[in-house]
């Protein structure tokens, strides 16, 4: 399969077209159910009520996410949604829930008394989903991508800087809740590692999906999302997001271009790549290395990012930080447990306290960084930022 088989304005057109006529779009029709409340109705009836939770989403990450909430004595998870029944059924028989409220209608759910939402849906939903929470009133923490295409992340942009100032929208980018994160950033900040010098991201591991049959061809590319590019972005947006979320916050900034080169070798039952590499140009002449497959024979895998300075080095990931300060100096760091458990910490922490933080808008920008690098991928040329997406600089 060549990484050029359609053009991105192809895939867009396809991604909005089958959204529209498969998925129920019932923002208009529930727009009347859909209203403001006050913080105190957000955040419960009582200062000491636990925050109740809605699950949009039952697969698998979704319902991982859920059982995160469950161990959080200040949260408590009491309603699902997904289109299939079956998932719903499965994820409430790993979750064990007591009579959870249901639905295959997430707009249902949204018209609910929930105060929060999980939304961890196909990526190319996410604009409207969260587009959708943000007008009823919820907090919301949305997985990562915050979309497939250009106008996705324009929705999500525009739905963030609606929302209230005491609404929280968190976004699965777990790295930005992470200790060595947080640690690594710190050192780099202060100046350990001397000047920046270059940087770069790397996803190098085994095909995570496995493509299911289904009678119904409709349902079979519903189901088998992963595999078709205009509902997962292709890999590089559904997955290597993360690695383009943290060098935008290391590097504090976006880039100003990208080329590069990738195609598939012997994933050629997806309508995806399967390796890719890159060449971004930051502001200031940084140049940011990146490279990422999905065909590496299971049992190896290196997965994070690099910073060099002009007096060492930082390795970043989500099992450990490594300083490098020089020959035979190397100080570790290991992550006390998986990050995403920062991430809802820090997002029942926010809604608690009143102290609400809005990411939508940066966690479009590192989508779109992905979807640059995409885009120079699939049309073999550089591809620069103003001229992609113009004044969403």
Same mark, same amino acid.
């Given at each position: 399969?060549? @990484?050029?088989?359609?053009? =991105? ?11 529209? +006529? ?7 029709? #529930? ?7 006050? =913080? ?9 009520? &636990? ?16 059982? /995160? ?8 998870? %009491? ?5 299939? =029944? ?6 409430? $028989? ?14 249902? /759910? ?6 929060? %939402?999980?939304? @961890?849906? =196909? ?10 929470? %943000?007008? @009823? ?25 609606? $929302? ?21 950033? &710190? +050192? ?23 493509? +299911? ?16 590019? !205009? ?6 947006? !559904? ?17 100003? $271009?990208? %080329? ?44 994070? !990012? ?49 102290? @609400? ?6 966690? #479009? ?9 995409? !885009?120079?991928?699939?049309?073999? +040329? ?12």
């Amino acid at each position: 399969m060549s @990484a050029t088989s359609s053009s =991105p304005s192809d895939q867009k057109a396809r991604a909005s077209g089958l959204s529209r +006529r498969s998925f129920v779009n019932a923002s208009a029709a #529930a727009g009347a159910a859909f209203h403001i409340m006050s =913080p105190q109705t957000v955040r419960g009836s009582q200062a000491n009520s &636990k925050i109740t939770v809605g699950l949009i989403g039952a697969g698998g990450r979704g319902t991982y996410d859920a059982t /995160l909430v469950q161990t959080d004595p200040r949260a408590q998870l %009491v309603a699902l949604c997904d289109r299939f =029944p079956d998932r719903l059924e499965e994820s409430n $028989a790993r979750l064990k829930l007591q009579n959870p409220a249901t639905y295959t209608d997430y707009t249902k /759910l949204l018209a609910s008394n929930v105060d929060a %939402v999980i939304i @961890a849906t =196909p990526p190319f939903e996410h604009p409207e989903q969260l587009e959708s929470a %943000v007008a @009823a009133g919820k907090h919301v923490y949305c997985e990562k991508p915050m979309g497939v295409d250009v106008e996705g992340c324009k929705r999500v942009i525009d739905a963030g800087r609606k $929302a209230r100032k005491d609404q929280v929208i968190s976004v699965g980018f777990q790295q930005r809740y992470g200790d060595v994160y947080l640690e690594a950033y &710190k +050192r780099m900040k202060e100046g350990q590692i001397g000047d920046l010098l270059t940087a770069r991201g790397y996803w190098i591991a085994n095909d995570p999906f496995t493509r +299911r049959p289904y009678d119904d061809p409709q349902i079979e590319r519903v189901r088998n999302w992963f595999c078709y590019r !205009e509902y997962s972005g292709d890999f590089i947006v !559904e997955q290597d997001c993360h690695n383009f979320d943290v060098l935008h916050w290391f590097l504090g900034g976006l880039p100003e $271009a990208a %080329v590069g080169r990738g195609g598939t070798k012997i994933r050629t039952n997806m309508d995806l790549m399967d390796h890719l590499s890159l060449v971004f140009t930051w502001p200031n002449g940084t140049h940011v290395n990146f490279e990422a497959n999905q065909l590496t024979p299971r049992g190896f895998n290196r997965i994070g !990012e690099e910073f060099t300075g002009s007096k060492g080095t930082l390795h970043t990931s989500r099992q450990k930080m490594v300083h490098l300060k020089g020959p035979n100096d190397a100080e570790e760091m290991l992550s006390k447990r998986d990050i995403t458990m920062d991430a809802f910490d820090h997002f029942f922490t926010m809604i608690q306290t009143g102290k @609400a933080e809005n990411v939508a808008e940066r966690s #479009a920008l590192s989508t779109m960084i992905a979807i640059l690098g995409r !885009e120079a991928l699939y049309t073999g +040329r550089e591809i620069t930022w103003r001229g992609l997406y113009g004044v969403y600089a």
